[in-house]
């Protein structure tokens, strides 16, 4: 098991987890099949972040959402049980206590790379969460990605990113694909 927040001689480092084929084939493809089909019901967001968290939010911002849990509402999707099963395998990896929130997020290909906004995902009274952690599974192999600490982790696929919440980051979408579909969990 990784330790996903470490500490050296008083200072806090974030680590990142990067592990491909996260998921088994077979489930991958089921639930890739889905997010990625015409039945599945996306969501528009004029805004990637909430405008409270930012002052100025640029026109290109925009996604698709989908959300499957919010611990303060609980279950937001009647397809959360189908991706629930997520939280076991990242329990395996990095011990899960509670599930705060599951959301898929669906950028669209503006023709020219968005760096959305950079940011924490969970926050108490605008203070960043620190025993929270964040993961990012890629549905979409692309040239997007997310940016970690001014590096692009380049979207592929059944590839999970896991670290802490205050690890600050943010997407960026893709120019050789249509779509890029990536779920994005935060536990405790």
């Not at 939010?57 to 996604?63: A, Q």
């Not at 629930?84 to 020219?112: C, D, F, G, W």
């Not at 790379?113 to 620190?130: A, F, G, M, R, S």
Request: hydrophobic share 35%; glycine share 4%.
């Amino acid at each position: 098991m990784l330790n996903v927040l470490k500490k050296e001689r008083g200072k806090v480092l974030n680590l990142i987890r990067r592990e491909k084929d996260f998921l088994q084939k077979m489930f991958f493809k089921k639930l890739s099949d889905h997010v990625h089909g015409d039945n599945f019901p996306w969501f528009f967001n004029e805004s990637s972040m909430d405008d409270t968290k930012v002052p100025y939010i640029k026109d290109d911002d925009f996604l698709f959402t989908h959300n499957l849990f919010d611990s303060q509402r609980g279950r937001q999707s009647n397809w959360f049980e189908m991706f629930e099963p997520i939280m076991y395998a990242i329990n395996e990896k990095v011990k899960v206590n509670r599930l705060i929130r599951m959301k898929l997020n669906l950028y669209t290909n503006q023709n020219k790379k968005v760096t959305y906004c950079e940011h924490c995902d969970t926050l108490d009274k605008n203070n960043i969460v620190t025993d929270n952690h964040t993961a990012i599974l890629n549905f979409t192999t692309c040239n997007g990605g997310t940016k970690i600490n001014k590096k692009l982790y380049n979207a592929n696929a059944n590839e999970i990113l896991i670290f802490n919440n205050t690890t600050k980051h943010s997407g960026v979408s893709q120019t050789d694909t249509k779509t890029r579909v990536v779920l994005n969990i935060n536990w405790r």
